[in-house]
């Protein structure tokens, strides 16, 4: 495990993704992408002075279950002792509206929560955590460091 959180943070490091002493936004879904992050990170905090602030977006799809991911979410963020702020909507409705699909809406109204967080906390970065599949999660935190396409923590 210590050389898995070494090879990270000589990643981070060497590629520059995070500066000592930054405010992060931690983009947290209670799934296990974002709960390793979450780990890793706040690990590392310490001895980089990262200022963690854990953001998790309730999309209403799954009635309980979304409450139930919140609440964990919120309780890691507390056994870890670090600041959290939730966001919700009904992307559904708001999909609809829209006319768009729920992936996308989801997505959409996930980022502008992110963003908005990361203004109001003056945060710089937005770190997510995701899976090799999600190449749009991927394009966007891209999009926000300004990097190109082989410019990434591999």
Do not use: P, T, Y
Not at 57 to 62: A, C, D, I, M, S
Not at 64 to 73: G, K, L, Q, T, Y
Request: one cysteine or more; aromatic letters at 8%.
């Amino acid at each position: 495990m210590r050389e898995f959180i070494h090879l990270v943070e000589r990643s981070i490091i060497g590629k520059r993704l995070f500066c000592q002493g930054q405010k992060i936004v931690l983009a947290v879904s209670g799934g296990l992408d974002s709960m390793v992050l979450l780990h890793l990170l706040h690990r590392l905090s310490e001895k980089h002075d990262w200022r963690l602030v854990i953001a998790h977006f309730n999309h209403q799809l799954r009635g309980r279950s979304s409450d139930a991911d919140e609440r964990f979410v919120r309780r890691a963020a507390e056994r870890f002792g670090i600041n959290f702020a939730a966001g919700r909507a009904d992307v559904k409705r708001w999909a609809r509206q829209h006319k768009l699909s729920l992936e996308m809406a989801a997505r959409h109204l996930r980022h502008e929560f992110l963003a908005r967080l990361a203004q109001k906390r003056k945060a710089s970065v937005i770190a997510l955590g995701h899976h090799a599949d999600d190449q749009i999660e991927l394009f966007f935190l891209r999009l926000l460091r300004g990097a190109g396409g082989g410019d990434w923590l591999a």
